[in-house]
């Protein structure tokens, strides 16, 4: 499994970030993992593609009455929640109740549609200055269930921001955890050398 680690290109609006997707091959082998207005895109993209799965971290599904949110275009037309399930071979959502931005109720909705596997937490925020051990085990599980006769060749993480967590080194087919990130935004665009 190969690891790839981007941040965003700016402005953060669907028209912008969904291409940048396709063009880094986003598909039925890839795992996308989404924080903030990076889970939105990541369901915009489920909507329409065939993905492994999607880890959606800090997700929502309004535009939070927010100006900028209502611009970026992901907002403007009803969510197609069925085709994001039948897209998305796996579905995962971490949240937290005590989100600075997102009130539970918001990230609820995304549940209460989408019916993932679901870890809600009371101290994690927004997953933004935390270590985040649970991420790399969902990845772990999901690799190794795709070694039970699936293909996972692919793991994508867009953040808005990203919490200190262990880093992937999975270009020889296994996740390093002894690693770990600056308390900083990663910004690396290619997984840490073994």
């Known amino acids: 499994m190969t690891c790839v680690l981007k941040n ?10 969904l291409p940048f997707m396709e063009e880094l091959g986003c598909d039925e082998e890839s795992l996308v993992i989404g924080h903030s207005s990076g889970a939105v895109a ?4 489920a ?3 065939k993905v492994f799965g999607i880890i959606l971290v800090g997700a929502y599904a309004s535009d939070l009455g927010d100006e900028t949110e209502r611009a970026s275009g992901y907002f403007s037309r009803p969510w197609d929640w069925s ?7 796996h579905l995962v959502q971490f949240g937290s109740s005590d989100d600075p931005f997102l009130p539970w109720a918001e990230q609820q909705v ?6 993932p596997v679901v870890h809600r937490y009371s101290d ?4 933004q200055n935390t270590t985040f051990p649970e991420l790399i085990a969902t990845v772990a599980r999901l690799k190794a269930e795709a ?11 867009w953040p808005s921001t990203l919490p200190t967590v262990p880093s ?14 600056a308390p900083t935004p990663w910004t690396r665009s290619d997984p840490p050398d073994p």
Do not use: Q
Not at 8 to 17: G, I, L, S, T
Not at 42 to 45: H, I, V
């Open 110 to 115: 995304v549940s209460d549609h989408l019916h």
């Open 168 to 181: 992937f080194a999975a270009t020889r087919g296994h996740i390093d955890k002894s690693r770990t990130s």
């Open 42 to 45: 990541a369901m915009r993209y």
């Open 83 to 89: 085709s994001i399930r039948r897209n998305a071979g």
């Open 47 to 49: 909507e329409t593609h």
């Open 8 to 17: 965003m290109p700016d402005p953060a609006r669907e028209c912008v970030w």
């Open 147 to 157: 070694g039970n006769g699936l293909t996972l060749r692919k793991s994508f993480i």
């Open 124 to 127: 994690h925020g927004h997953f």
